[in-house]
């Protein structure tokens, strides 16, 4: 088994060698790893390596490949590189700079109040959207100068978390 | 005789719904739950003796409806009523609503409560008992030479605040001459909007201020005790986020002085029930009275594990009528407490709420540590309330013991499906400027960016995390693949059995 | 001047391996995990920074493995090892080893353990130190004739005991004359077979004692101070299964002198460490120096509770040589502290121990509540060791309100997956000998019927029992017809295309 | 949707008549039941009945049919009864005078000692197997008289829970 995967900016290759129960070799980057590891619940496992214990614990991501891993003391966003991903990755790389502008909501709330419309011309810094969640408003601003391009919700909705609500190009 | 209470409704939702319940349970008392829509898998709702559905999710339409309420009240046999914090916990007329129904409020008089929600009269009521307020106006400011005239005599920076006022809004701060019209036309307006009264005051302006306040307790017979001060000046945007008591600020000499005050505050209004007092402290001692709380804090747990003392037991003993059982030679400060706040916030993204799921949670357990939650494994925070997921509050023989006790209780707590605060409570631990106890209101702003640091981990951890994540997507994969091959066992089997039959058919 | 220890070996597993890694924690030391294969996925080897298998699950094959431990102390660089209680925690020649490999053992000196590892020994230390003993033999017993003699001294009842003893063995209960001889060649027998040494002892019997046990603190430097008692007498089968302090039959006057007899019983083994002396007790306040235990005791929490002090962090510091911190006069007892020991078993039969997978947990949390366990959701319970799951203790500010908050602790305490002995416990809680204090160790067996009854529910409990049941399998079978409807749905779709792909095949 | 259950001595027939979100209709020998009731978390209900919470936990038992259920004050174990279920209870009646007197182990242990085999007669009383779990040796004694008819285990063995070890007839 030989995977990539991404986390920040580093692409590293992992590749399991060896695993007889929950004793694993596996190389990240040619770097040998002996280690036991073992699920101990969903999404938690126990790793052992060179006797440091380490709990681990994984929350999938908006996808199948991606992945929120904590370890103690930090937490890592983590993608499983495949063929079907690079090749996604290439026809997307187009667009990526509209995706930048766009305005998501990191979080489930309420649309309080949408000041703009599709073909608006839009400055740096202008508050598009007023979301609430929790007794707290929160106004997203653009980040970039632009244009409008397509508003997804309407005053009143409810919506999920990671959802673009305005399209900006 | 007073019939004793029995059953009390609990018109909250959340850790502290809960926190009110286990005392109940504890005196033998029977608990009744309200909840919206969205609370239906709330822990209050499956811990409550009773539940009742008291309408939709937002507040205005459930938890803050009196007539409802009241309504549950009747209709359970409940013959009180504890309103928690927020919601209807300092409104004077649900206070008022509650005795006409001839159901007992946990809680102060509606006088008391109106006496200390109006911010003009409760510096007047101070004053006139002798309690030091901010210097200031005691008066309604009404015209622009009146304030100009003021605040000459006060002396800039200078606040100018809402009457009716609360959560920062109509509210200016003015340090230069030529911004105090401006402001105070500002202020009334937005006091205006906000509360429909555009009343305001003015107050100095206190730079770097500690947040101290002081916990009374006052029985219906005249008796009133404190139970020491709070620190809480670790606060974000007005909101605290880590409290302690002992104050590491205070001196005895100073305590004894601000509690009899306190208590002389709680006197001057008839109070009676739990009530919390707030400071504002300078760095050389000098404090003020800034307003009364006339409710249960959230921060109340620290007082009950170094006082010993359960206050919402009290509460109910002093709402029952009985005489307070103990007087303020009886009450002493033992070891030292913090209380954390855990939110459901993301800490790296300008603190916003982060509802979800919880996926996973293992709650700190052990010596001096007690928790105080709601939250359980499969369930879903609304996004209607308050981010705040749970109380952690640690107990050590000493402030250094008790920060190394809260340091680890943090390490130990994990959740996973939402993101929250631990991390940042973590490093607040860690500050030097806290480890001291050298801080004030502008605590968080002043370390914001040590706050928000990475931890530090070795590369071994990025590589786990790796592996982590790489074992987990191939045994998933492998159990994919799994189900793929025998699907295609299967399939093979029933093309080969159809070719049979087809045959069969064919003859 | 000594190196202060950074790193601690825990020779343990389970809830004390935990509690013990906690105070480690929190003195900023690292902590080391041992595990049996059993064990790997036990919270202690999850809790520790380091963690290292020492082999088969059977104890005798890993936690008892003196030289496995020592090796991995030594590999993993440990300044220290902790014994927790069981396993090697009174084992003298563990102590001695230690020593020898230039490991700190975090408890007495050898020859403490094996002075009061002996019985016969301890006896007459403390004789000569003047402590209270049961009245009876001094030397072990080489003679019929010397026999007879000693039991018309001391008269009928006596109990015949093995020096070397332990849970039970080479103990015979003699009640009339003509048992006399027969008695003392079984308990002869049985303590060879046993412990490998026949030497026996005869001591008067106490009918319907109380347990006390007093915790005491000693340094390394002959200062020794006791943190009062704990009542121990809720046994089953001579297993403690709920302590409380202070014990509902003190006087102040009685704790100040065994309190003194224990220090000075501590004193005359020159013991360093924790250490706890038992006491057995009669309705008349009449007590004597039954054994002392040189290790910490399972039930040290409710001493933590209510004396304020962390006994494990005490016993890290007197190993660093540390001169206590405090002496007899600053130490208090303040409040009531109670703990119920959660055993896997089954409760409904003969108490049989209960192992499996915890599907479901909710501890218990709030004000006055501290849960010690180590098991999650998932995680497997050995069949290897002790059945303790967990240990819950309750503090109060009166005995009243501490046994009002454990019933409430239990009420919210779940576990399924594993029968436990909560209900039980809450039966205890709720039982009029227990809640007036009158009680001695025939508590449970005078008790036992009530404490087995099934706890009453109307008859709606039932019902919905069986609704819940019968929603949860008509859900179950639903998912399994849809999930075979779309298969069907499927299937059928596959043979039109198949029947269309072979159409052009023949084509 | 109509089904037997069995508690105890008692089976009770119960009857789906209406279900609306978390709002249910049931029937329970006639008595009718109107309950709000939610699963909130794996095999954990919460059920409102006439304003009072209840809290109820299910555990699976050894077969899909069968349910540990505990109430706060009370467990029950409850069996579904359907058509299968009764033709299997007809057929298997004629034995169950053998089920009664075979040992079975209630919890998983490691066998000690076995002091019988096949063709020993038994009397009432007597121990045949010693069974050892959580530092704690059990005995296990025949209930009635009878002739031991197989020993499934051996000395030394794990066995899991419910397992019968001995059967006798």
Redesign the interface.
Known sequence: ?K?D?K?KD?T?A?E?IKKEG?I?K?S?DG?I?D????K??????????N?????????PGNS??H????????S?Q?E?IDAESKYMKNRKSGDSHLGENSIST?????VVKILVKPGDEVEAGQTVIIVS????E?EFKVRKPGKVKAVHVKEGD?VE?NKVMIEIE | MQKMIKKVLVANRGEIAVRIMRSCREMGIQSVAVFSEADRTSMHVRYADEAYYIGPSPSAESYLKMDKIIEVAKLSGADAIHPGYGFLSENAKFSARCGEAGIIFIGPSPFAISTMGDKITARKTMIAAGVPVVPGTTEKVTSDEFALKTIKEVGLPVMIKASAGGGGKGMRLIREEKDILPALRGAKSEAMTAFGDDAVYIEKYIDSPHHIEFQILADKHGNAVHLFERECSVQRRHQKVVEETPSPIMTPKVRAEMGAYAVAAAKAVNYDGAGTIEFIVDDNLNYYFLEMNTRLQVEHPITERVVGVDIVKEQINIANGKVLSFVQENLKQSGHAIECRIYAEDTDNNFMPNPGTIKHIQEPLGLGVRHDGYVYEGYTIPIYYDPMISKLIVWGQTRGEAIARMRRALYEYKITGVKTSIKFLERIMESPDFCIGNYNTHFIENNLERLLADSECDLNCEDIALISAFIEYSDKLDKVKQTVSMATLRHGADWKARGRRSGVNRL
Request: aromatic share 12%; net charge positive; proline share 3%.
């Open positions: 088994m995977l995967l986390v580093r590293a992992l399991l929950n694993l596996v990240v770097k790893y280690l036991d590891m073992i101990v619940a969903q999404g938690i496992y126990s790793v052992i390596y006797g440091k214990s380490y709990n681990v614990e994984m929350v199948t490949k992945y929120l891993v904590n370890t103690f003391y930090r890592y983590i499983i990191p979080m489930p709330g309420k969640a929790m007794k707290m929160s409810l978390g």
